[in-house]
């Protein structure tokens, strides 16, 4: 199975600051039995975190997790804040893996 990941440079509010704080996002693709997957995750500035599967360049799954009572939160850090971003990305990839994220047959048979 073959992955690589690269970071993306993405911009974020940070809570009693005046000015944008950058926060990495994450891209990575994988080959999965035949088919490539391209995942990227990156902070909203809505405070959601965003991992959208692509697969042909076609959306095949999203998902979008709040972080707004992180970020409001004392404990907010950009160092946390990339934690969780790493760790919804993680999950996406376990997902795929374990084959619940997945193209419909017409659509994998063509890749």
Same mark, same amino acid.
């Given at each position: 199975?073959?992955?690589?990941?690269?970071? +993306?440079?993405?911009?974020?509010? #940070? *809570? %009693?600051? !005046? #000015? =944008? *704080?950058?926060?990495? @996002?994450?891209?990575? =693709? /994988?080959?999965?039995? %035949?088919?490539?997957?391209?995942?990227? *995750?990156?902070?909203?500035? =809505?405070? @959601?975190?965003?991992? *959208?599967?692509?697969?042909?360049?076609? /959306?095949?799954? &999203?998902?979008?997790?709040?972080?707004?009572?992180?970020?409001?939160?004392?404990?907010?850090?950009? !160092?946390?804040?990339?934690?969780?971003?790493? =760790?919804?990305?993680?999950?996406? /990839?376990?997902?795929?893996?374990? %084959? !619940? /994220?997945?193209?419909?047959?017409?659509? +994998?048979?063509? &890749?």
């Amino acid at each position: 199975m073959n992955w690589v990941t690269s970071p +993306a440079v993405v911009v974020v509010p #940070a *809570t %009693g600051l !005046e #000015a =944008d *704080t950058m926060v990495m @996002g994450f891209n990575t =693709d /994988i080959k999965f039995n %035949g088919v490539v997957y391209h995942i990227q *995750t990156e902070p909203r500035r =809505d405070a @959601g975190i965003e991992t *959208t599967v692509y697969t042909r360049g076609a /959306i095949l799954h &999203s998902l979008k997790t709040s972080y707004q009572a992180f970020l409001n939160s004392p404990d907010y850090s950009e !160092e946390k804040l990339r934690r969780l971003l790493e =760790d919804q990305h993680r999950q996406v /990839i376990a997902r795929i893996r374990a %084959g !619940e /994220i997945k193209p419909r047959e017409s659509t +994998a048979a063509r &890749s």
